[in-house]
């Protein structure tokens, strides 16, 4: 019984230190059987704002001017090293969501895209080692983040659109957050042609601002 109790709280720590689980408990994750859960701390007409516990994911970068031209390159790598192209020669399922970290540069600047898979529950603790040395594998930390949802496809003019009202709607309410860079968030293969769920994340710096702007306020009344 004693063994049984205590093996019990092994695996609730394990769940609660990594929050990657069954994808049915969000409505927007439905094409692999495991996704990032988070706590919805709160919800205003303009974001969310989630928290999410430190997470492993494998991840590699690019470097080019567009985002569309460095992804597929990035992808690619990650995709390899989850069919087999890792130290143990494993096939590790596919999660979502799938993360593109956005560095603020201007248009014609070269910037440094950083592309990551999140990685399944069972190798959250231990996970393969890459083969490839242009890949890694890396920890995002317990964090708070502001969310914009929206679906189509997610492009540089589409991203750069909705972090601009992001960060607008964050701005206009004084809220702190982390400047330089942003998540580009997509939970859909490329061959889902409807009901596609997209995200911009800004992370918080402080403890959230869960009200909304007097203008958005205004529009409403």
Known sequence: MIFVSGLVCVLLALTAEARVGNSSELTFCFETEQCLLFNLICETAEYEVRHYDSVKWVSTQEKNFLMEMAAPAA?????????????????????SPVILKMPYKRFWEMGVYTMSFLLPA?????????????????????????VKSYGGWMT?????????????ALDLVKAEYKKGFHFGVGYNSPMTLFYRHNEVWFVANDEPV????????????
């Open 75 to 95: 992808f690619n790598r990650l995709y390899k090293y989850i069919t087999g192209d890792n130290s143990m020669g494993e096939t590790i399922q596919m999660t």
């Open 210 to 221: 869960c009200r909304e702007s007097s203008s958005s306020s205004e529009e409403t009344n």
């Open 156 to 168: 540089t003019y589409s991203d750069s659109k909705k972090a601009k009202e992001l960060s607008d």
């Open 122 to 146: 069972e190798h959250q603790k231990n996970p393969p080692k890459p083969t490839n040395p242009d890949v890694y594998i890396s920890d995002t930390p317990d964090m708070k983040v502001y």
